[in-house]
């Protein structure tokens, strides 16, 4: 099983709402990653969080706020959004390893949520 | 700095023809070169590969990575229109999280 999930499939909110997107993945991998995607262009890394722990913050605005609740659950809290911010969010997860290992990782993706503020 | 360039940026063909896409990486530190390939959504992963001329093959698809002169092509033979998507190339940086990712290429199958 290589499947990673997400929630909601289509979000819209307002430029003053809270929402939040859901990934999850039972493949027992202990890296998920939350990546944002613009139309015709690559996906582009926004988090990384390594056995529960927020390992890469690609400097990220604050009206974002990752949150991993246990190794399965990764969430994405959305907070005074700009249009701009309008984008496909993907999760992805990988085994990852333990620092000293030097084993190529695979990051499996979910099927994003397809974000729209107004 | 890391990079990955990917050609040609697109490309349109008939169905039964056969495909060669490009995928050129200058790195520091290489681990790995990933193939995706992305329809309306995420990206489905394709091959892993890391050492030299070893081909990896699934299908009609195949793949070989030249750690020498630094590319690595995606065969695709005998095309479907449902071949019809973005493929993207990414390499594994050194810390063996962040992917450095090629820009794509989009292919067209036409029937």
């Known amino acids: 099983d290589t499947e990673v999930t997400q929630t909601p499939k289509h979000l819209v909110m307002g430029m003053t709402n809270k929402k939040s997107l859901k990934c999850e993945q039972h493949m027992g991998h202990r890296a998920m990653y939350w990546y944002k995607q613009k139309a015709k262009k690559p996906p582009e890394l926004m988090f990384v969080?390594?056995?529960?722990?927020?390992?890469i913050n690609e400097s990220v605005p604050s009206r974002f706020s990752p949150e991993c609740p246990n190794s399965s659950l990764l969430n994405l809290h959305l907070h005074a959004l700009q249009p701009e911010d309008s984008a496909l969010y993907l999760c992805a997860s990988s085994q990852d390893f333990t620092s000293g290992r030097k084993l190529p990782d695979t990051q499996y993706f979910g099927p994003g949520t397809r974000l729209t503020v107004l | 700095e890391d990079k990955v360039v990917q050609s040609p940026l697109s490309l349109v063909v008939h169905e039964g023809d056969t495909v060669t896409l490009n995928c050129s990486y200058e790195v520091t530190n290489f681990r790995s070169l990933l193939w995706y390939k992305q329809e309306k959504k995420a990206p489905t992963f394709l091959f892993m590969l890391?050492?030299s001329g070893i081909e990896k093959k699934s299908g009609r698809l195949s793949s070989i990575l030249d750690k020498k002169e630094l590319f690595s092509i995606l065969n695709i033979t005998a095309t479907q229109t449902g071949d019809s998507a973005v493929y993207l190339c990414?390499?594994?940086?050194?810390?063996?999280?962040?992917?450095?990712w090629g820009l794509g290429t989009s292919l067209a199958v036409n029937p």
């Open positions: 969080y390594s056995y529960e722990k927020l390992s």
């Open positions: 990414a390499f594994n940086a050194g810390n063996n999280r962040k992917l450095i």
């Open positions: 890391t050492s």
